[in-house]
């Protein structure tokens, strides 16, 4: 029988949602699933992972020096816990992917990077090149799977559980080679890109900051988070964690808006999985009509403030 | 200090890629091949950083056959001090890249490995912390700043809530992001030059690396395609549209 184990992401508050993302990846492998959960001062954290919907147990580690997921003093504990495990996943955030590839290079194995799919207990579907292709990899049975589950393919698993709470001690002091400086949070009140139920983007087109505020202003009027190219954000229009694509974020919303975006291949394999995409371009021959449900040919200082004043 | 840089030939980022009607793989027949561009972000890094006198060489290495080579010799037209050639017959996997490459670095006494934070065509972004970890050494990930004082390197990384600055000690893997730097283009007479320039070629066998990889490669799809969307006229159609299928 499996036995997962899931490295749980959080901020020392709260669970991340890419958690119970990761959760229902495991659902689908089937067996026993565990959390761990390390970190400093993890009870709140724990609790909100024993709650979610088909977990076994979760396991703790608590020392100051896992305050911070520092990947070579995470990568230490989780090994010291894996054993008991066939598989362990984590998702595949800048978190995960940070992390658990240390994790298989300890174990001996290569990781299974962003699943999308479960073909088996050990067969899995994943994108490669851009999400161009989909390939379909198998783990050899004499080794342990460590993969990132894609957060855009996987809905969250649901709450109502009460796992048992274990806390292990550490099995290490922390690394001295790695010291954690801080973190520039730039996120605002806006609902978070990765899980927002509405996106509205802008690329190069919005052709400054100032000028990206409208992207801003309409996201707000109908409670969107805000999405960006990697021109906008090469251009300085909008901060790095607004972007979208192969090498951004990942993301499923409901409803995409994607303004003066030209519709890369890079940019649309981040989007692919939303529900509907919008595009207005004021070019007709734009790639991005191309994946769009609904288009729009036009120029977007014109349509942003009509849509606005349409929507009241 | 001598500085490595993994330097992976991958489809252009430009060509769209199709699925092989066997499933067997993506057609890669006459397509564009160019050097992942993570990597040459690394590599603009390393030149930066020995142009500031932090560091005396820099080695350019590559994983696979000889075709590698030309990206090699793009990575030597660039300012690379030199390259090496890891021959290999068949796509390594990225444990294996890790384990070859940190034999180059023991044998070249290697203090800073700087890689792409993914390869463009199996986006399976393993490599430099595989590294680290089989190294037991610090791994910077992601980055989009790297500044070297003394024998440690402070690091600004792009994480999915903002930026966060870790400090390093030296010897170190960084994997580099998309904001670091912008590669500088390539000269004629540079080209010419990197001909000249030494090329070496080891095997794995060499390097006392096996050929293995607990990852069975199977067939290959292409991905479901969206329904073919629809054309509106306005503003106001698309708000119509919107509200018809209760998205607003
Ligand atoms: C290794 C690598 C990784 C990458 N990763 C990513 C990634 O993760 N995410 C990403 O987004 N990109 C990524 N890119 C970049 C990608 O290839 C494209 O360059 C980028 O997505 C283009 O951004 P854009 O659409 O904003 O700009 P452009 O391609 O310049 O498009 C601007 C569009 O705006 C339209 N326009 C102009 N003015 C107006 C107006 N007034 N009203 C309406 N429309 C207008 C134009 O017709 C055009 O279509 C990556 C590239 C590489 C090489
Ligand atoms: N075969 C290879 N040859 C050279 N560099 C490689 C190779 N494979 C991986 N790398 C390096 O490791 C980085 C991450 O690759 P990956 O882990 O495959 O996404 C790349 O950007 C390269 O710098």
């Known amino acids: ?312 | 200090m001598k500085i490595l840089v993994g330097i992976k030939r991958v489809v252009d980022y430009n060509v769209r890629v199709r699925v092989l009607p066997d499933g067997s793989g993506v057609d890669i027949d006459g397509v564009k091949m160019s050097v992942n561009p993570f990597d040459e972000i690394a590599l603009e890094e390393a030149l930066r950083i020995r142009e500031a006198g932090n560091a005396d060489e820099v080695i350019v290495v590559s994983a696979g056959g000889d075709e590698v080579q030309q990206q090699l010799r793009t990575g030597l037209a660039m300012g690379a001090d030199r390259a090496i050639q890891v021959k290999t017959g068949e796509p390594l996997q990225p444990l294996s890249v890790a384990r070859a490459f940190l034999k180059v670095v023991e044998r070249e006494g290697v203090e800073l490995v700087l890689l792409g934070k993914q390869a463009i065509d199996d986006d399976n972004s393993q490599t430099a912390q595989m590294m680290a970890a089989l190294w037991d050494r610090p791994q910077a990930t992601f980055a989009s700043e790297v500044k070297l004082d003394g024998g440690k390197a402070i690091v600004t990384r792009e994480v999915d809530v903002g930026l966060e600055t870790i400090e390093v000690d030296l010897p170190a893997v960084v994997s580099v992001d998309l904001r670091l730097n912008e590669p500088r283009f390539v000269k004629l007479p540079d080209i010419m030059k990197a001909k000249r320039k030494p090329l070496e070629t080891v095997s794995l066998e060499d390097l006392g690396v096996a050929v293995e990889g607990n990852l069975e490669i199977g067939s290959y799809e292409p991905p479901q395609p969206r329904e073919k969307g629809i054309m509106v006229e306005d503003a106001a159609q698309l708000v119509g549209e919107l509200k018809n299928r209760g998205l607003l």
């Open chain 1, 1 to 312: 029988m499996n036995t997962i184990l899931i490295i749980a992401e959080h901020d020392g508050r709260e669970l991340n949602a890419a958690t119970a993302k990761t959760l229902s990846c495991a659902g689908e492998i089937g067996g026993t699933i565990d959390i761990a959960v390390l970190g400093h001062g993890v009870a709140e954290v724990a609790a909100q992972a024993a709650a979610l919907d088909g977990v076994s147990r979760v396991v703790t580690v608590d020392a100051e020096h896992l305050a911070k997921p520092l990947a070579a003093n995470w990568a230490t504990e989780t090994v010291a816990l894996a054993g008991d495990y066939s598989h362990v996943i984590g998702p595949s955030t800048t978190f995960g992917r940070d992390l658990m590839p240390r994790i298989a290079a300890l174990l001996g194995a290569n990781q299974v990077s962003d699943i999308m799919a479960v073909s088996g207990p050990r067969t899995f579907k994943r994108p490669v090149y851009a999400g161009n292709a989909i390939v379909e990899v198998t783990v050899a049975e004499e080794s342990k799977v460590v993969a990132t589950a894609r957060a855009a393919s996987w809905k969250a698993a649901g709450g109502g559980g009460s796992a048992a709470i274990e806390s292990k001690p550490a099995v290490a002091g922390p690394a001295e080679h790695t010291r954690y400086i801080g973190l520039e949070i730039e996120g605002g009140e806006r609902p978070d890109l990765q899980s927002a139920a509405r996106v509205v983007a802008g690329g190069r087109a919005l052709a400054s900051e100032d000028q990206f505020a409208l992207i801003y202003d309409f996201a707000d009027k109908i409670g969107a988070g805000v999405g960006g190219t990697r021109a906008a954000v090469d251009a300085g229009y909008c901060p790095n964690d607004m972007q979208v694509g192969q090498t951004g974020k990942i993301i499923a919303p409901d409803l995409y808006f994607a303004f003066g975006i030209s519709g890369a291949i890079q940019h649309v394999t981040g989007i692919k999985d939303a529900g509907t995409i919008v595009a207005v371009n004021k070019d007709p021959e734009a790639p991005i009509f191309e994946v769009a449900d609904i288009g729009l040919v036009g120029d977007l200082f014109t349509v942003i403030p009509e849509l606005e004043s349409l929507l009241g």
